[in-house]
Nanobody, 116 residues
Framework: QVQLAESGGGLVQAGGSLRLSCAAS????????MGWYRQAPGKQREMVAA???????NYADSVKGRFTISRDNAKNTVYLEMNSLKPEDTAVYYC??????????WGQGTQVTVSS
């Protein structure tokens, strides 16, 4: 069974930086997409950034130019470098793994809080 282990969340001040990590373990197929979603209080979960195993990326408009997603395919690990953080970035961030033809897997979530 696939499991995702997230780390790196915490409390930062506006304008600061934070890096999230997510390591996938289990039956990981090489053709997949890993990404980060977030859910703020009272809001629906939204995609923040995603990256395929081939290297293509997608970012939410609200984080373009501030966040960078990267992968270490050998370790099945995805990272999210978050810079110039804003209070509106405050949310629970979830790691996601999509294995084509198999299904979606989710991490437990890590809290990111940005103070003003």
């Amino acid at each position: 069974q696939v499991q995702l282990a997230e780390s790196g969340g915490g409390l930062v001040q506006a304008g600061g930086s934070l890096r999230l990590s997510c390591a996938a373990s289990g039956s990981i197929f090489s053709i997949n997409t890993m990404g980060w979603y977030r859910q703020a209080p009272g809001k629906q979960r939204e995609m923040v950034a995603a990256m395929s195993s081939r290297g293509s990326t997608n970012y939410a408009d609200s984080v373009k130019g501030r966040f960078t997603i990267s992968r270490d395919n050998a370790k099945n690990t995805v990272y999210l470098e978050m810079n110039s953080l804003k209070p509106e970035d405050t949310a629970v961030y979830y790691c996601n793994l999509l294995i084509t033809g198999w299904g979606d897997y989710w991490g437990q979530g890590t809290q990111v809080t940005v103070s003003s």
